[in-house]
Structure formats: structure tokens, C-alpha cells
């Protein structure tokens, strides 16, 4: 029993973090139809600005991350901006073949100015962890998994409760009936962006104490987060979440009674099966409503 | 002027010529290359970056010393981007170049095994730093060792842990690739023939996330001593920490990454006390420390296996080539062989008929964050 808990707490907190990078893929699906490749490098480049701020210049923890999450958001602007905004009358393909190219520009950027030395970037809390009877739970990964929670909530009420989600919904539902209906479409593709590159600059910044900081971190994560969100259903937010968590889950139980050596041989298992057996994911039905 | 037929025929050959001629000539007065393929970009390319810093200053020594065969060396370098196609892509774009005398290969032996059927094809010596003991043994006598192989690790990781710890039921676990599953059954024959078969052998696969499975693995095994082959420092780091958060302390016997600067320096107090065996250790010997003073002058911070096997792969084959006096490879081949008594950075250099130079390794210690040398063992075998 004591094993089970122990994996339950890891594969929680690792699926915490593929959701939160899972959620801004799922965001920019919903407002754009096309799938940002860029988004695990969002996470990279929020924990390398982290590094530069709090370890190179000193500054407080505190204040490193909110500059880190502004930076992010510039980057999403940005990124909007460069990459999707001259492309948003094409076809899907060169908009995820310009996310695709994009990711590439921002790891070989990283990498050509801090070098490929991964670094080191220390936690919130001073205590590493604490142990709950036979359970150890890692300090960081309560952070990772109280922010989700967090988010989950976050996510819902602005959406559901607030007039700027309503219009961000509005949007990703049908981009012409907005526009009619006097809904700036650019800007909410916009904020979209902004808020999904500041959701994945906060996966990495969560993450970084636990995985280091390096050019790899974002695609490593990335693609488990593009898994759970097939398995969740390609669009919802729940998905994205549940799947994400799902994943953690499998592949740490997998490991630990199965085989290490073919953990990840167990998500992609379970990608291909909801691939075949159930292509719209657990949250299917409202996909299928909105197509 | 008008032209006659001979005079526009001789004109379009000379035209057609020239570019040949000119590269000849060119050739003739140009410098000694050597081809690197290294990882750039990808997991490795930090272990990259120290591999060329090691190359490099050994060609500065060379140069600063008269050159190969009365010419300046030349490093020609190709991004293998830490994978086996990349550094199947980087080799062949290296072999394209004729001028290139000799090549530096990798130090994982997933990607000498990647590249080492174009390497026989090609004909001319590679060196490597790859430790899966087969790679000398696969009938491609164009492949040279420049790091003890890890049938030499396992027995001083299984001898030292038996035998000097005192410790018993071993857990091994090391990486699923070329590297790790041929240094883990190194290490897992070694115990046997000591009478102390592993109880736990667990293999991972690279650039995990997460190893809490491994770890509790490790813990049920109720093993006494650790006994690892990690490929990549990051994982390296990662593991160690969530082994001594889930509170296992058994001593910790590793291969070299897990000595590595980068893992010390990554996985911090997690791996304090740890031993690992060292091909490179700066107080083994007068050679070694020369090459860490040297370092240390030219980058400010000090050097691992990751810059010495290049080190002494540059020196040696440039010794190699002057001795042979000439850049025919079957030459090279044989003065790259008839190498005895050599004192490189990673040790005394004695090649082998197999293409093996180094019989042996340095047992280390990681004294907080310090890496402390104990003790050599070398093999006659």
C-alpha cells in the first residue's frame, strides 16, 4: 500500500505537469484549429528567463517569476504576431509547420546564447519535501500539483463567469459569428496566445527544480502533454487536465509493475488505443458538437 | 582574334581542369585535417562542448610543437546532435572530404555502433570513446579506444564494492541503450564470478522524467550497495535526488558520469560520498595533471573524462601519423597500434591488437562536491 500512495503522489505530480502544458495546447487549438508545436519551448524559455533572473542576476524569487511570466507573455504576443498572425488565412499545415519551425528557432536560440550547459534552478521552498507516515512527498511536485488545482478552478470561472472568457469562447467556437457580433477576433487570438505561453512558461518554471533547466526540458514534456490531450479530447479543457494526470498515472504505475525500461512505451499504449478505439479522447462528445 | 579548334579545345580542358588542379595544389600546401563529429546540439551538447575543449587544446600543443608531418593541424568539426542518424549524417559528410586523415568518433557506443559499418567502408581510423566492450571486438580494425572499456569497469566496480566496502547484495541500474546494457552485464558477470550475484539488475530508458519506479525498486530489493552505468548527467541528477529523498543511503558505486562535472554539479549533495571509476583522474599520474593544469588555465574550471579521451585521441593519432610518416591509413593504423608506454591524460596508453588502449580505471570519490582520487587498478588482460 505504502508503494501504491508513493507512486499515486509521482504520477499525480508529473500528470500535473504534462495538464498544465497540455492546457495551452488545448487553448490555441480552440482559438486557432492548429496545434502549436512551440509549446514545450515555452516552458524552456520561462525557466531559462528564471535562470537568468533569480541565479545570474540574484534578484528575489518572487519577483523573477512574475518578470519570467511577463517575458512569456511578450513571447506569446510575439509569437502571434511572427508566426500564426501572417499565416491565419492558410490551411492548418503551414501554420503547424511554422509552430514547428518556430520551436526550433527558440531551442537553437537558447542554446546559441546560455550555451548547452543545463543549469540548476532551486524550488520554492527551503524543506525539499516531507514525510507524510510511509509516503515522501516532494515539495515541489505539491506545488505543481496545488497550482493545477488552482488553474483547474482559475480556468473555469473565467471562462464560464467572465465576459472576456465568454468572448474567448465565442471565438474558438466560431471565429465569423464573433466577428458579427462585434467580438475583436485578432484580439482574442491574441490574449489566447499570451495566456497559453504564459501557461506553458509557468509548467517550466514549476518543473525546472525538479527536471533542470535544459534546451530538451520543453520537447521532453511537450510531447507527453500533446499525448494527454488526445486522450483527454483534442479541445477540451477538462481533457487536457484528466488526460494529462491520466498519463502521469499510467506510465509511473506501468513503470513500477510492468516495466521501466517501456515507461513511455505504456502512454504512447494508451494514446494508440484511444487513437483507434476512441479518436475524439474521454471528452469527445463536445468536440464532435462543435464540428 | 578568332580562336582555332585546338586552341578552344585546350581552352574548355583547362577550364575543366582547373578547379581539380587547383584543389590539388591547394591540398599539397594545405594543413593535416581531422575530422570531429560531436554532439552540438541534443542531450549531449553540453559533454560536447568539454570533448572540443579537449580537442582543441591538444591541437594547439601540437601545432605550437612543429605540427604532423611538417604541417598545421586542422580540426574539422560535425553537430552528430546526440543521435545515432546525426552522427551517421556527420560522418558522412566528414568522409565526403578526402583530406581528412583521420576522424574522432563518440563517446557513446550506441553511436559508434550507429556509424561503425560506414567507418569499415570508409577505411581510415577512427577514434572512439564509446566503452561497450564489443566495439574492438566486431572485426572493424579501423576503430581505436581511447577510454578503458567497461569490461575493465565492471570488475573494478564489483571488486571494489566486494571487496574493499565489504558490501554484498548488489542493485544494479543502468541505461537500456548500447552503453548501459553492456556495462550493466559487465558489472553483473564481474559480481558473479565474485560469488555475489546482483539482486536487483534494473535498466531505465534515457532522458526519464521521473525515477521513483527505479528507486523503490532499488529499496524493495533491500540491496546493500548501488551499483550504476547512467548515460546522460541529467539523469544522473535526477535519480540521485529522488534517491535520497525516498531514503535510500547505501553507498554507491557508479560509472564514470556519475563523477562527471556536470553531475556533481547538478545533482549537488545527492551525490556526495558516492564512488565512481574514472578513466580520468587529475593526481593518477604527472600526465593527468598536466592536462588539468592546462585545462584549467585555458577554461577556468576543471576537466573530466568528456575532455580527456579527445585530449589524448588528438595527441596520440598526431603522434601516430608522424611516426607513420605518411597519411596512408593502413600506416596510421599500424603506428596507432605499435603505441606503448604512451602517457596520456586518461592514462598510459598501450594498444592492443583489438584497438584497446586503456586497461584500467581510477576508483574516485566525490568528497562534498570534490573529486577525490583513491586508487588505480590496471589489468594484464
Keep these: 500500500m505504502d508503494l501504491v500512495l508513493q507512486l499515486l503522489f509521482t504520477g499525480i505530480g508529473i500528470g500535473a505537469v504534462y495538464a498544465l502544458v497540455a492546457l495551452g495546447f488545448v487553448l490555441i487549438f480552440r482559438a486557432t484549429n492548429v496545434v502549436n508545436f512551440a509549446q514545450g519551448e515555452f516552458s524552456m524559455v520561462a525557466a531559462y528567463l528564471m535562470v537568468v533572473f533569480a541565479v545570474d542576476l540574484g534578484w528575489p524569487y518572487w519577483l523573477s517569476f512574475l518578470l519570467a511570466l511577463a517575458g512569456m507573455a511578450l513571447l506569446g504576443a510575439i509569437f502571434n504576431l511572427g508566426v500564426y498572425y501572417p499565416l491565419r488565412h492558410r490551411s492548418f499545415l503551414p501554420v503547424i509547420i511554422a509552430t514547428i519551425g518556430a520551436s526550433i528557432l527558440m531551442a537553437n536560440s537558447v542554446l546559441a546564447i546560455y550555451g548547452p550547459q543545463p543549469q540548476v534552478l532551486e524550488g520554492w521552498f527551503e524543506t525539499p519535501g516531507i514525510q507524510l507516515g510511509p509516503v515522501y512527498l516532494d515539495s515541489q511536485y505539491l506545488l505543481i500539483i496545488a497550482v493545477t488545482i488552482v488553474l483547474v478552478i482559475f480556468n473555469y470561472w473565467f471562462f464560464e463567469h467572465t465576459m472576456l472568457g465568454k468572448k474567448l469562447q465565442a471565438t474558438s467556437q466560431d471565429k465569423e459569428m464573433a466577428s458579427l457580433l462585434g467580438i475583436s477576433v485578432s484580439t482574442m487570438i491574441m490574449i489566447t496566445f499570451i495566456y497559453s505561453a504564459v501557461l506553458g512558461g509557468l509548467a517550466g518554471i514549476l518543473v525546472a527544480p525538479v527536471l533542470f533547466v535544459s534546451i530538451q526540458m520543453g520537447s521532453t514534456i ?3 502533454a500533446f499525448a494527454a490531450t488526445i486522450i483527454g479530447g483534442f479541445g477540451d479543457v477538462a481533457g487536457a487536465i484528466i488526460g494529462g494526470l491520466a498519463l502521469g498515472i499510467i506510465e ?3 513503470a513500477a509493475y510492468i516495466s521501466v525500461p517501456y515507461k513511455d512505451g505504456f502512454a504512447f499504449l494508451v494514446l494508440v488505443a484511444f487513437l483507434v478505439f476512441r479518436p475524439q479522447g474521454i471528452f469527445g462528445e463536445r468536440v464532435a458538437e462543435k464540428a | 582574334m578568332r580562336l582555332t579548334r585546338r586552341e578552344f579545345a585546350a581552352g574548355i580542358a583547362a577550364g575543366v581542369a582547373a578547379p581539380y588542379v587547383l584543389r590539388s595544389a591547394n591540398a599539397q600546401a594545405a594543413t593535416i585535417k581531422i575530422g570531429m563529429c560531436v554532439p552540438v546540439t541534443g542531450p549531449a551538447a553540453e559533454q560536447g562542448l568539454w570533448a572540443q575543449n579537449g580537442a582543441k587544446l591538444a591541437l594547439a ?3 605550437k610543437a612543429g605540427g604532423v608531418l611538417g604541417k598545421q593541424v586542422e580540426l574539422v568539426i560535425e553537430d552528430d546532435q546526440t543521435t545515432n542518424p546525426g552522427i551517421v549524417l556527420a560522418f558522412s559528410k566528414l568522409a565526403a572530404q578526402s583530406d581528412i586523415v583521420g576522424f574522432l568518433g563518440s563517446i557513446r557506443s550506441t553511436q559508434v555502433h550507429a556509424m561503425a559499418p560506414d567507418v569499415l567502408k570508409l577505411g581510415k581510423p577512427v577514434m572512439i570513446g564509446g566503452t561497450d566492450p564489443t566495439l574492438t571486438h566486431m572485426n572493424n ?4 579506444r581511447y577510454r578503458p572499456n567497461d569490461s575493465y569497469s565492471g570488475r573494478v566496480i564489483a571488486d571494489f564494492g566486494v571487496n574493499t566496502l565489504g558490501k554484498k547484495k548488489w542493485a544494479i541500474v543502468h541505461s537500456t541503450d548500447a552503453f548501459g546494457t553492456a556495462g550493466g552485464k ?11 550475484p546482483p539482486v536487483l539488475d534494473q535498466g531505465y530508458a534515457n532522458q526519464s522524467q521521473d525515477f521513483t ?23 544522473i541528477g535526477i535519480f540521485a535526488r529522488q534517491l535520497r529523498q525516498l531514503g535510500v ?12 562535472v556536470s553531475s556533481t554539479k547538478l545533482a549537488g549533495p545527492a551525490l556526495y560520498g558516492t564512488y565512481g ?16 593544469k592546462a585545462y584549467r588555465d585555458a577554461y577556468k574550471f576543471a576537466p573530466d573524462n568528456q575532455s580527456g579521451w579527445t585530449y589524448d585521441a588528438i595527441t596520440v593519432l598526431s603522434a601516430a601519423i608522424n611516426k607513420a610518416g605518411s597519411t596512408d591509413p593502413g600506416k596510421i593504423r599500424e603506428a596507432i597500434l605499435s603505441t606503448k608506454k604512451f602517457p596520456g591524460a586518461e592514462g598510459e596508453y598501450n594498444f592492443d591488437q583489438n584497438g584497446d588502449g586503456l586497461h584500467g580505471y581510477n576508483v574516485v570519490r566525490n568528497e562534498k562536491g570534490t573529486i577525490v582520487y583513491d586508487k588505480h587498478i590496471e589489468f594484464d588482460d
Design chain 2, 186 to 196: 559487465a558489472l553483473a558477470s564481474a559480481l558473479e564470478k565474485l560469488g555475489t
Design chain 1, 222 to 224: 511537450a510531447l507527453k
Design chain 2, 141 to 144: 580494425p579501423w576503430l581505436f
Design chain 2, 249 to 260: 543511503n547505501i553507498p554507491w558505486v557508479g560509472s564514470p558520469s556519475v563523477v562527471a
Design chain 2, 213 to 235: 519506479p527505479v528507486v523503490l525498486a532499488v529499496k524493495q530489493s533491500g540491496a546493500d550497495v548501488l551499483g550504476t552505468y547512467f548515460t546522460f548527467e541529467n539523469d
Design chain 1, 252 to 254: 509511473t504505475f506501468g
Design chain 2, 277 to 292: 571509476v574514472a578513466d580520468y583522474a587529475e593526481e593518477s599520474s604527472e600526465a593527468s595533471k598536466a592536462f588539468g
Design chain 2, 61 to 63: 600543443a601540437v601545432n
